[in-house]
């Protein structure tokens, strides 16, 4: 099994930034991908950006050009830069990993863009 604790979320103003990350522990070395994903009240959750073992990513289109995701394999740690933050990003933003034909999910965490 896989553990995956998130932190780093919190109350900003439009046009902020914020960091999140993601500790894995457990079963680390069957992980193969990590990526955030998010839920905003009332909406399903969706992918925001994913990052492979050897580093390959995704983005979604919403958050192009904005949010950067990166990952320390040493650290067994993915981090989410947000930066631009608008109040639509407003969600609980949850880490998750992918590997061995298993989905892991942390608790998450709130991210609350004010206007």
């Known amino acids: 099994q896989v553990q995956l604790v998130e932190s780093g979320g919190g109350l900003v103003q439009a046009g902020g930034s914020l960091r999140l990350s993601c500790v894995a522990s457990g079963n680390t070395a069957s992980i193969s991908s990590m990526g955030w994903y998010r839920q905003a009240p009332g909406k399903p959750r969706e992918l925001v950006a994913a990052?492979?073992?050897?580093?390959?990513?995704i983005h979604a289109d919403s958050v192009k050009g904005r949010f950067t995701i990166s990952r320390d394999n040493a650290k067994n740690t993915v981090y989410l830069q947000m930066n631009s933050l608008k109040p639509e990003d407003t969600a609980v933003y949850y880490c998750?990993?992918?590997?061995?034909?298993?989905?892991?999910w942390g608790q998450g965490t709130q991210v609350t863009v004010s206007s």
């Open positions: 990052i492979s073992r050897g580093g390959r990513t």
């Open positions: 998750n990993s992918y590997g061995s034909g298993f989905d892991y």
